[in-house]
Structure formats: C-alpha cells, structure tokens
C-alpha cells in the first residue's frame, strides 16, 4: 500500500505559477511510476505529467509541456509538479497517483495506477 498527499493547490490568476506536492509513505520502495491528472469540473480525470522508475524520461500532455515540469525526490517519497505560465484551462482537481507494476502502455491512463490521493483544488481566474 501506499498513502499520497497532494498540498500547493490554490487560486491564481491567469499566467501566474503554483507548485503542487505530493507526498508519499507505505511502500514507496517499489514504486515503478507516479504521476499527476487533473479533473475540470464536468470532465474525466486527465493525464497531466508522469516520471517513471529506471529512467529519465518525462512525460508531459501536450497541453502543459514547456509549462509544467514534474520532478521528485530521490527516495520516491515525494513528487513534485511546478505549474507556469497557467490559463483557465489549467483549473480543476489535481490528483497524485503511483503504481507498483504499470507497463509502459499506461503511463497515461488513469487505470495504469492503483494509488491515488485526495486531491488538491487548482483554481485559475481571468
């Protein structure tokens, strides 16, 4: 099992930044991926950023890429999203998620992890 926090949601105007936090506990040791989703009122859960174990590759929606930066810690304890340049569309709840055997296929799909946290609220006003 393993627990996540999300903290570092909040209101923000239009072009501004906010840097979201996820902290993780339980099993982290076999943590293969974590990730952030965003669900806009009315709307599915939607892929945002995700890191995976073993490599340095990034994955980014093509929506926040050159605007989001997702990092975490060495340990896997914690993960991090750093959110710039923000607009309207960048408002809704934004979810940590981690998994222990996602393949490859999912990493951008929500039924890829099997730990989610509460969420936290990211609002954007014009």
């Known amino acids: 099992q393993v627990q996540l926090v999300e903290s570092g949601g909040g209101l923000v105007q239009v072009g501004g930044s906010l840097r979201l936090s996820c902290a993780a506990s339980?099993?982290?040791?076999?943590?293969?991926?974590m990730g952030w989703f965003c669900q806009a009122p009315g709307k599915e859960r939607e892929f945002v950023a995700a890191?995976?174990?073993?490599?340095?590759?990034?994955y980014y929606a093509d929506s926040v890429r050159g605007r989001f930066t997702i990092s975490r810690d060495n340990a896997w304890n914690a993960l991090y999203l750093q959110m710039n340049s923000l607009n309207v569309e960048d408002t809704g709840v934004y979810y940590c998620a981690a998994d222990p055997s996602i393949i490859l296929s999912n990493m951008r799909n929500t039924r890829g992890y099997a730990y989610w946290g509460q969420g936290t609220q990211v609002t954007v006003s014009s």
């Open positions: 890191v995976r174990r073993g490599t340095s590759v990034l």
């Open positions: 339980g099993r982290t040791a076999s943590t293969r991926a």
